[in-house]
């Protein structure tokens, strides 16, 4: 094989202790006549990928204490788009873990090397990632463009070829065919490659078209093998979660992830996800430490934000009542020191009130009556002066805060000035810190609120949205009958709302309801009889 020719290719070295970038610079210097770049500054180097475009990125994985770790800078070049698919990454660390290597395979560098390393390996590494680049230098590039059609042509004509990445070849193809919503083509590869080397995805692809049939347990059964035979092939975890989900089966959701993060503890996107599933299946301890660990973990990455701080505290809120008073005070502590980082951190005005009313909380938790009172009075008094300035779902999380603080004509009160806000102000909309159950939730809040008022019409309106969102929720299509039915009572000309009563009806009756949602539902059944004399 002849030699890989690297004399015009751009070399980035990342790395923090300097006799190792010195090595590393000098090895580099006898393959290249392009000047060779490096820093041993973590938070350098995005800025350094948008100036210039590298061939080869050599990334130190530990770059220092409250720095970037290489993970982390990759993960922000990758998704930040200043790297292309043709940019060799390298990763080399000093931890061996597993927790680690599975962290750092999850985004996908090029290859890795643990120290102590030879030059001899990281030569070999190096080769085998450019031959990779070249054979596949036409498929990356029309994924770059992002055109399935093209790219499906492009490993078409590379398998064609007998080229040696087959899996990886028709790995993307059928990824493309499912984008494309090509299903049955993108079977017909799962089911040939499902028992192949090296073609975990298959089984994968299999289980998601199972998922997107609505086959669930056929999709369980695929996921649950993958995780048998691989059990260290973490995306399974995830499709397997996502199957329980979609069977109400939160509480296996919340296990099997939490299997995941005992593999790989560091990923954030599951860690949120396992967080919220807490939260849903009432696991407040679980909820708290997971969102304190994700808190931690992004602090440094492109996922830091004021989110991760408001998510841990409400979740503590939750747990807090559990603890005795000297174990609260110490969590309310770390807390509070906690949401100072943030408001130093993140300057916009709702952040700051909801420290304050999030603040609140924990003090009368403690029952610390005066200080959360005066807490009070200072968010209260600060969304007084700046309401109008908040984005309309940033209202809705301070309008939950408040709920919380038994302040809930306050919270009604803001929920309905910014709904005539939000119908004028279409960039409210591009806002997402708020989550869709707590957007639902808050939908809900002012439906029943219209509803009290009488006004029926508006209530439905967001009840409606509301169901939209979570179109299983038997309580808000509750909700929504009893609405209906008042509405329709009051003008008999809306026959349209009977019809959504007798559709809504079956629904619930589907959905296997609970002894108490029975109950009401037969009392909503009977009206529905009498209404339509039936």
Known sequence: MAKPNYQNMKFLIVDNIKPSQDILKQFVMHLTTKQVDSTHYAQDVAAICQQKSYDVILLGYDLGDNQKNGQQILEELRVNRYINRHCIVILITAEVSQAMVLAALEHKPDHYLCKPYSLYELDKRLNNCLAKKKAMADIYYALDLNKPLLVIDRCEHALANNTVYKA????IISRQYFELERYDEAKSIYLAYQNAANCQWATIGLGKLALHQNKLKQAEKLFKLLIQDYPLYLSSYDWLAATYEEQFHHIYAEDILEKALKLSPRSL??????????????????????????????????????????KYVQALIEHTPSLSLVD??????KALSFMKQMIRDFKDVDIRIQSHLLGACLFEITKEIDLANAEIKLGQLLLTREQDNIPHKKLINISLTLKKLNQGNLATQILLSSEK??????KSNKETSVSLKDLAQANIELGLSLYSNK?????????REAEAMFPKHIGIK???????????????????????VKRLLVEVHALTPTTEELEKLKKMQKKYQLIAGI
């Open 455 to 463: 006004k029926y019409h508006q209530a439905i309106i967001k009840l």
């Open 478 to 500: 509750l909700n929504l009958i009893q609405v209906l039915l008042v509405s329709f009572e009051e003008n008999r000309e809306r026959n349209t709302d009977l019809h959504s």
């Open 269 to 310: 996107n599951r860690l949120k996800r396992y967080a919220q599933l807490c939260i849903h299946n009432q696991h407040f301890d679980k909820a708290t430490l997971a969102y304190e660990n994700n808190h931690k973990l992004a602090h440094n990455s492109i996922h830091h934000c004021a989110d991760n701080t408001i």
């Open 421 to 426: 806000i939000n119908s004028k102000d279409d």
């Open 168 to 171: 990886e070849c028709l790995g």
């Open 328 to 333: 609260a005070k110490k969590m309310n502590s």
